[in-house]
């Protein structure tokens, strides 16, 4: 079964950090560009960030210079480093992983809870 699982959500202070990692089974997704999407209570789901398979990134601008996008493709694994942390930012974060530039994801993780406290 084809699948993308997160971890590493949780609770924390503003200003903190939280490493979240995204791991592919059931095949290999080095080809595919991956990335987070993230969904407040009450809001639509947007855009944090992606990766290409070439390693190329991309950010929302919320984001920018407190987020950091990586893989390892040798684990099929896509991470989201996340530091000075703030309110703003809890939401579920969800992983994605998209086969073609353009298209809408091929898969979808089922999500991890971050909660920033202020």
């Known amino acids: 079964q084809e699948q993308l699982v997160e971890s590493g959500g949780g609770l924390v202070q503003a200003g903190g950090s939280l490493r979240l990692s995204c791991a592919g089974s059931g095949r290999t997704f080095t080809s595919y560009a991956m990335g987070w999407f993230r969904q407040a209570p009450g809001k639509e789901r947007e855009f944090v960030a992606a990766?290409?398979?070439?390693?190329?990134?991309n950010y929302a601008d919320s984001v920018k210079g407190r987020f950091t996008i990586s893989r390892d493709n040798a684990k099929n694994t896509v991470y989201l480093q996340m530091n000075s942390l703030k309110p703003e930012d809890t939401a579920v974060y969800y992983c994605?992983?998209?086969?073609?530039?353009?298209?809408?994801?091929?898969?979808w993780g089922q999500g991890t809870q971050v909660t920033v406290s202020s």
């Open positions: 994605y992983a998209r086969e073609n530039y353009g298209s809408n994801p091929n898969y």
């Open positions: 990766i290409t398979s070439g390693g190329s990134t």
